[in-house]
C-alpha cells in the first residue's frame, strides 16, 4: 500500500509495552516511556528485561534514560544514563551534554577513552531520542540522516523510508506502518517501523550479520497524564 505523508503529531506522554524477542524467540518485555516534568522538560525511559534464560544477554537486560527539551520541535538531549544488567555484573555509565560548552562527557563503567569530552553540533541526539525522531521525521521515500552522541562515542545514521506501508502484527494487534531501514550499518542492521497515529515505534529490530538479533514488537501503548 503507498504510504501518504501525514503531519507529525505534537509530542505527548505515553506509555508502551513491547514484547521482547531474540534471535525469533520470545526472550522477555520492555517498556518505553515519555513523561513531561518540571520546567518543561521531557524524559524518555527504556527498560528491557529477559525472562528466566535469557539473563546473560546483556541487550534483554538493559535500563536507558534520557532527559531532553524540545525547541521548535527538535529534540535537545541534556543527561543520558545507561545501566546494563548481565549474571553477578552490572555496568552503569551517565552522560551531561552541556550545550553551553558544546560538549559531552561520560563517566561510570566506561572506557577511558570514551571519557573524553565530546564536541555537540545542531540536531545531536541520543540513541534513545531517535525512537521518536523517526516518529517526527518519517515520510514516504524520505532520506533521514541523524549524529547521535551517546556513551562516550559519536555515530552517523542514515535510514530510507520505504515508499510503501506494510503490515505489522503482533498477536491479535496489526498496523499499517512504515518500515524505516538504516543504509549505513553493514552488518549492524536497524529498522523501525511506524504507524499513523502510535507515538512509538510499532516494532524496533535489530540484526546481525543478516540474521534478527534483539526484536521489540509492540503490545499495547496508551497516554498518560
Same mark, same amino acid.
Given at each position: 500500500?503507498?504510504? %501518504? ?8 506522554? &505515553? ?7 531474540? #534471535? ?23 527498560a528491557v528485561k529477559g525472562t528466566?534464560?535469557?539473563?546473560? $544477554?546483556?541487550?534483554?537486560? $538493559? ?12 529534540? !535537545? ?10 549474571? &553477578? ?20 563503567? $566506561? ?22 525522531? %523517526? ?17 562516550? #562515542?559519536?555515530?552517523?545514521?542514515? *535510514? ?8 505489522v502484527a503482533v498477536d491479535d ?6 518500515? $524505516? ?10 529498522? &523501525? ?10 516494532r524496533i529490530l535489530q540484526r ?5 538479533? !534483539? ?5 499495547? *501503548?496508551?497516554?498518560?497524564?
Amino acid at each position: 500500500m503507498l504510504a %501518504v505523508a501525514l503531519p507529525a503529531a505534537a509530542l505527548e506522554p &505515553f506509555v508502551a509495552t513491547y514484547q521482547a524477542f531474540n #534471535k525469533g524467540k520470545l526472550a522477555g518485555s520492555a517498556t518505553m516511556r515519555v513523561t513531561q516534568g518540571n520546567a518543561g522538560r521531557w524524559q524518555i525511559d527504556l527498560a528491557v528485561k529477559g525472562t528466566k534464560g535469557f539473563a546473560r $544477554i546483556v541487550g534483554l537486560n $538493559i535500563e536507558q534514560s534520557t532527559l531532553f527539551d524540545v525547541r521548535d520541535d527538535r529534540y !535537545i538531549p541534556l543527561t543520558q544514563a545507561t545501566v546494563k544488567h548481565a549474571l &553477578f555484573t552490572g555496568k552503569k555509565m551517565t552522560g551531561v551534554y552541556d550545550w553551553q560548552t558544546r560538549q559531552a562527557h561520560w563517566q561510570g563503567d $566506561i572506557k577511558k577513552e570514551r571519557r573524553q569530552p565530546l564536541p555537540l553540533q545542531d540536531g545531536d541526539l541520543s540513541a534513545l531520542l531517535m525512537n521518536l525522531a %523517526v516518529i517526527r521525521d518519517a515520510e514516504p521515500g524520505k532520506q533521514l540522516q541523524y549524529r547521535v552522541v551517546d556513551n562516550g #562515542k559519536v555515530r552517523q545514521y542514515q *535510514y530510507a523510508v520505504a515508499a510503501e506501508t506494510e503490515i505489522v502484527a503482533v498477536d491479535d494487534l496489526s498496523y499499517d506502518a512504515m518500515r $524505516i531501514a538504516r543504509t549505513n550499518g553493514g552488518n549492524d542492521e536497524t529498522i &523501525f517501523w511506524v504507524a499513523n497515529g502510535v507515538p512509538t515505534p510499532v516494532r524496533i529490530l535489530q540484526r546481525d550479520n543478516g540474521e534478527d538479533a !534483539i526484536d521489540l514488537r509492540l503490545s499495547d *501503548y496508551q497516554g498518560v497524564q
